[in-house]
């Protein structure tokens, strides 16, 4: 129950005609703790929920849990979540053996756009799109629970 990803920024947004889909996604979390996180989440039309620990130090591994939820225990939990959702835009591009989930965010955080990668291993290869840039890996203020916290269009 743990997944390893690496997260980066984006240069161009040439990932959208290349992505193979896109789903909305809305989430609010009942903790921000960076020693554990617990997010609701609804993307499209399924709710979730997950329970992350703390990273490693590199920050590309951590515990994680999820379990699918209806959505509409989904929006029941919402009520009880902190200030500030996030919302976002999912696109889904293959390069390689994987898939990348890259996020158009919205609202408050408008202007943020991340790719991340799940990987078995920290160390294992894969293709870096033309539209890849700096590699954000492990720096808190890129985590969703924080941007809940510390909006994108509030950071100087």
């Known amino acids: 129950m743990t997944e390893t990803e690496?997260?980066?920024?984006?240069?161009?947004d040439d990932?959208?005609?290349a992505a193979f889909a896109n789903k909305r996604i809305t989430q609010g979390y009942l903790s921000s703790h960076p020693d554990r996180t617990v997010r609701v989440r609804i993307k499209g039309d399924k709710g979730f929920l997950?329970?992350?620990?703390?990273g490693n130090d590199s920050g590309t591994t951590r515990f994680e849990w999820e379990k699918e939820i209806p959505v509409t225990?989904?929006?029941q939990l919402f009520a009880l979540c902190?200030?500030?959702a996030i919302?976002?835009?999912r696109y889904e591009v293959k390069a390689g053996n994987h898939t990348y989930e890259v996020d158009e965010f919205l609202g408050d955080n408008a202007g943020l756009v991340i790719a991340e990668i799940e990987l078995t291993d920290?160390?294992?290869?894969f293709v870096k799109?033309?539209?890849?840039?700096?590699?954000?890996?492990?720096q808190e203020r890129y985590y969703n629970a924080y941007l809940s916290r510390n909006p994108y269009n509030t950071w100087k």
Do not use: M, N, Q, S
């Open 129 to 138: 799109p033309e539209w890849l840039g700096a590699e954000v890996t492990g």
């Open 122 to 125: 920290e160390h294992e290869a």
């Open 15 to 17: 990932y959208k005609t």
């Open 73 to 75: 225990e989904a929006e």
């Open 82 to 84: 902190e200030p500030g």
């Open 87 to 89: 919302d976002k835009i």
């Open 6 to 12: 690496r997260k980066f920024l984006i240069l161009a």
């Open 50 to 54: 997950t329970i992350k620990g703390r």
